[in-house]
Structures are given as structure tokens and as C-alpha cells.
């Protein structure tokens, strides 16, 4: 890929579409009303605290991410979304109860403005959701068109120049891509004929795709992650990124584990258990649902170790992966790993990792950074798979010949080497062997 030579300035106001208007969704945009009024802080945002170095250690440059990047600023953000119940942003938070009231009070009537467009929604892909505030369309294609039409009016009422789309939909059950997948051609055909192979978060991203609006991934299904919207994507000149955002035990692993075989320890099991007590839980009860994050979740180890390469150390490894639903935790996820690992002679140890968490409180900056990345990327005249989005992601999307790479300090290299990239200034190695000349 060619360097852009330019970057269009981020003007006027981005439109944020949220398709999924639930616990994270709403913990986004309160974030951001919050941070933008000075009454709290987006922590856990990179794009919003980040530095980056530039040149050598000794030019002690390092400003901000935001500095360097031509990002849009979080008060030209305008949200919008859909979602299956009519509850507005303020509703839905209070039924999430992620936020306090100190922090959802100050916004209340900012919140409660913003009220989700009708889903389009076949109850046949999640299974413990009955949704009441739905389109009704002749057929999935009429439905891509309603949804085209929502993007449309939206950006139009809010007076938006631009617009991206960030998927926080409940998760789907799982299935593989089949040929109706393949082509721009096979899925038009498929839209037409109601073809079951495709679910709701298709249907979003195609109507996104056709608008020519970016679009992430935060979900474990394959919502943009087929080779027809690849293609679409391309055809487009769009960015696409996904899938699953790497929040609580995920995020842990990606820590721990290359950490561990960065110093060829071995790993015999790794066990991964899970409490959480929101809808995302409830619906990942169903073992449709619970398949998608299973084989998101799973994925990483693998790619992270490479027992391929290392037979005696991670050839044996087994790994297994619980997530129980608990309502009294709501969305204070409790997330438990035990592994079992062996070191010199092949003497066991363990480690025990009980990660306390906050879903919702951890995907947030996630969905903000993808948003103005993705913005960026579409400024920049970046289309298709931006792989150097890898870093927020549990199951990153990579092109058809490469394995996707999971390791978080190689994601985050890639990633701050990219924005270097983009303002032409020098890829940084690490090499460091001139100070010593
Ligand atoms: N919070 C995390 O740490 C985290 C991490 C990784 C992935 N995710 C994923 O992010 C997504 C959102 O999580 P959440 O905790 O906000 O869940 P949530 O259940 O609170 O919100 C999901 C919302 O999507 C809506 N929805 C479902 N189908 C829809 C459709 N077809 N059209 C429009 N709206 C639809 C639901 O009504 C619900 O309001 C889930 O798929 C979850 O697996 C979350």
C-alpha cells in the first residue's frame, strides 16, 4: 500500500451509528458527553491519553496521539444508532447499570435525546432477545435498504459530514460462512432470497458498506467478516475492522501469555471461567451465542504460542473457556484463569489470575478509539481489513494468507507504526545500536 500523501482534515461533525444501543453503546456515549463537559475522564482511551515517540530516544519528541494524528474531536461527535427495544440512550443506561446516577444525572436530558431507529431484526440468530421495536420488510434486501435509508436520514437531521459505524449488537449465533459469503454477486442474490445464511449484523454492515460508511466490528460473529463484504469494502474504497473487542480475560491472556513464551516457559493447561449477570450474558447462554464467543476466545492462545513451533512447550496444551450467566454481578464480569505451566526440568507451577472487572467500563474507550481510527483510516483513503486495528480486537481480522496476530505489544507496535507511517515519519525498531557508535 502507497503511503497517503495527504490526509483530509476532520471537519464538520461525525456522525457515530452504534448499531446495538445496550450496556456498551451507552457507556460510550455517556463517556463522551461526560469527558466533553469536563466531568470525567476517558480512561482506557488511547486515542484520548496515548503518546507517541518520534525519532531517536534523545529528540525527546513525544506528543500526544491526538497531537500527531488529525483525529476528530470528541465534541463533533453526534450519536445515533437502532436497537430492538425503544428505550432511549438514557433509558437503556439506567437499565444497564453500568453508570452511577452522578454520572448519568448531568446528562440525563443529552442521553435521552438520542433514541435508537428500529432494528432490523430475524429473532432466528439470538435467541433470548424478543424484540418490539423492529422493521418489517418484504425481505433482507427490502431491510438493507430501510437501514441505508436510516444512515442516510441521520446524517442528514444531524448535519453530518462524515460517518462511521461501530457494531455493539448482542452477540449472534454462531455461523461459519457459507457461499452465499462469497461474492458481492452470491450476496446480493442471498439478500434477495432471504438466504438464512445471513444474519442481522450483515445486514448493517452491507447497508454501511453501500453508504460508504466505515465499519467495526465489536461482536464475535462475522458481521463484516466474509469475503463479499471484503470485497464490497474494496469496491467501496471503505475501512472495515473487526471482530470482537478484546475487553476483561481476553485482554489478560494477550498480556500474559506473551510474556510466558517470550521466556520459553511451558504451558499445559489454561483454564478460563466466567461470571457476568447483563443481557450480553443472558444472551450468551444460548449455546448458539456461547459458540461464536468460544471460538473468538479460543482462537488466541494458538496464534499467540504457536505450538506448531513448539511442540515440547504448547503441543499439549489445553485450553478451555467457561462464561456462566449470574445476574447479581450485572455488569461487574468476574473473570478467573488458572494455568498450569512448567518451567526448567519441566517442573510445574501455576498461576492464578481474578480479573474484577467492568465489561462495559473496559469496551467503551474501545468503541470511541475504533470510531476516530476508523474515521482516520477513511480520511486517509485507507480501504478494507485495517489490520493495524488488531489491537482491540479477540479475534483480529487479517487478509486470507496471513495469520492474524495476537500478541497486544505486537498489536500496539503495529499500530503506533502505522500513525508514524501516515505522517511520514520513521517505523521505530527498537534497534538502538547508534547510541552506542
Ligand atoms: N463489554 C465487553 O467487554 C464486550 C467485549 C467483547 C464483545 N462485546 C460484545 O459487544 C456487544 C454488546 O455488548 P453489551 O454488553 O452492550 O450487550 P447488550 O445486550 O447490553 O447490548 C446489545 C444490544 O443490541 C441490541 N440488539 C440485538 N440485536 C439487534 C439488532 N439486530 N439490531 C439492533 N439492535 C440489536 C439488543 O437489544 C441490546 O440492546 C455484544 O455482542 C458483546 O458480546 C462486549
Known sequence: MKRPSEIAPPGGKLGVLLPGMGAV??????????????????????????TIRLGKRTEN????????????????????????????????????????????????????????????????????????????????????????????????????????????????????????????ATFEKGLAEGDPGITNSQLYAWACLQERVPFANGAPNLAVDFPAAQELARKHSVAIAGKDFKTGQTLMKTIVAPGLKARMLGIEGWFSTNILGNRDGEVLEDPGSFKSKEVSKLGVLDYVLQPQMYPKLYGNLFHMVRINYYPPRGDAKEGWDNIDLFGWLGYPMQIKIDFLCRDS?????????????????????????????????????????????????????????????????????????????
Open 25 to 50: 453503546a451507552t457507556t460510550t456515549i455517556a463517556g463522551v458527553m461526560l469527558a466533553r463537559r469536563g466531568l470525567a475522564e476517558p480512561i482506557g482511551s488511547l486515542t484520548q491519553n496515548a
Open 61 to 184: 519528541r513525544s506528543p500526544l496521539v491526538r497531537d500527531f494524528v488529525p483525529l476528530a474531536g470528541l465534541d463533533s461527535l453526534v450519536f445515533g444508532g437502532w436497537d430492538i427495544f425503544p428505550e432511549n440512550a438514557y433509558e437503556a443506561a439506567k437499565h444497564a447499570k453500568v453508570l452511577e446516577d452522578r454520572h448519568l444525572d448531568p446528562i440525563k436530558a443529552e442521553l435521552g435525546a438520542i433514541a435508537p431507529m428500529k432494528g432490523a431484526f430475524y429473532p432466528e440468530y439470538v435467541k433470548r432477545l424478543n424484540g418490539t421495536h423492529v422493521k418489517t420488510g418484504a425481505n433482507k434486501a427490502a431491510m438493507v435498504e430501510q437501514l441505508r435509508d436510516d444512515i442516510r436520514g441521520f446524517m442528514k437531521r444531524e448535519g453530518c459530514e462524515r460517518a462511521v459505524a461501530v457494531w455493539c449488537g448482542s452477540t449472534e449465533s454462531y455461523a461459519p460462512p457459507g457461499a452465499v459469503h462469497e461474492t458481492v
Open 361 to 437: 467500563i473496559l469496551a467503551a474507550p474501545i468503541v470511541l478509539d475504533l470510531a476516530l481510527f476508523l474515521d482516520l483510516a477513511q480520511r486517509s483513503r485507507m480501504h478494507g481489513i485495517q489490520e493495524w486495528l488488531s489491537f482491540y480486537f479477540k479475534s483480529p481480522m487479517a487478509a486470507p494468507t496471513l495469520y492474524p496476530e495476537h500478541d497486544l505489544f505486537i498489536q500496539l507496535m503495529k499500530l503506533k507504526n502505522t500513525l508514524r507511517w501516515l505522517r511520514g515519519e520513521e517505523a521505530i525498531t527498537h534497534l538502538g545500536h547508534e547510541y552506542y557508535d
